[in-house]
């Protein structure tokens, strides 16, 4: 796996998504002040459901390797308040040239990295406690005992 990684696209995804990662700490632990989070959210959720349909009509555009600093950004916001972006991405790993392989290998290590920038992001801002480490290695332990 780690040999089809491509990591060109992470070293453009990874800031990106560390900034992403930041902003939406921010925003997050001020959402009670946010009125208007919930419409953008929704306005979002409403264009994602034609975007199945937009992909299999549109053509494959030319990308370059810093457009991925611009997705990692997008995908760490988005992520937070929905939880996966899923196939936001789906077209932009092949229009940069890809193959199937790459595009999996590559796109599991920038969810990796995704998340792992989440994690110590949102423990830097305080936003993670000790109590939600241990709900988190509590469920971790009872799904492992299963």
Same mark, same amino acid.
């Given at each position: 796996?780690?040999?089809?990684?491509?990591?060109? =696209?992470?070293?453009?995804?990874?800031?990106?998504?560390? %900034?992403?990662? /930041?902003?939406?700490?921010? =925003?997050?632990?001020?959402?009670?002040?946010?009125? #208007? !989070?919930?419409?953008?959210?929704?306005?979002?959720?409403?264009?994602?459901?034609?975007?199945?349909?937009?992909?299999?009509?549109?053509?494959?555009?030319?990308? #370059?390797?810093?457009?991925?600093? !611009?997705?990692?950004?997008?995908?760490?916001?988005?992520?937070?308040?929905?939880?996966?972006?899923?196939?936001? /991405?789906?077209?932009?790993?092949?229009?940069?040239? /890809?193959?199937?392989?790459?595009?999996?290998?590559?796109?599991?290590?920038? =969810? /990796?990295?995704?998340?792992?920038?989440?994690?110590?992001?949102?423990?830097?801002?305080? =936003?993670?406690?000790?109590?939600? %480490?241990?709900?988190?290695?509590?469920?971790? #332990?009872?799904?492992?005992? #299963?």
């Amino acid at each position: 796996m780690w040999q089809a990684i491509n990591w060109q =696209v992470l070293r453009w995804y990874f800031p990106g998504a560390g %900034i992403g990662a /930041l902003l939406s700490a921010y =925003v997050f632990a001020r959402a009670n002040q946010l009125q #208007r !989070l919930p419409i953008l959210l929704g306005l979002y959720l409403t264009t994602a459901a034609f975007s199945p349909h937009l992909s299999r009509t549109s053509k494959h555009f030319p990308v #370059r390797c810093w457009y991925f600093l !611009l997705a990692g950004f997008a995908c760490a916001f988005i992520s937070k308040f929905l939880g996966s972006t899923g196939s936001l /991405l789906n077209d932009l790993y092949p229009s940069y040239g /890809l193959s199937k392989e790459k595009t999996i290998a590559t796109k599991a290590a920038n =969810v /990796l990295g995704i998340n792992i920038s989440k994690m110590c992001i949102y423990a830097l801002c305080g =936003v993670v406690t000790e109590n939600y %480490i241990v709900y988190g290695v509590a469920i971790a #332990r009872s799904n492992n005992s #299963r």
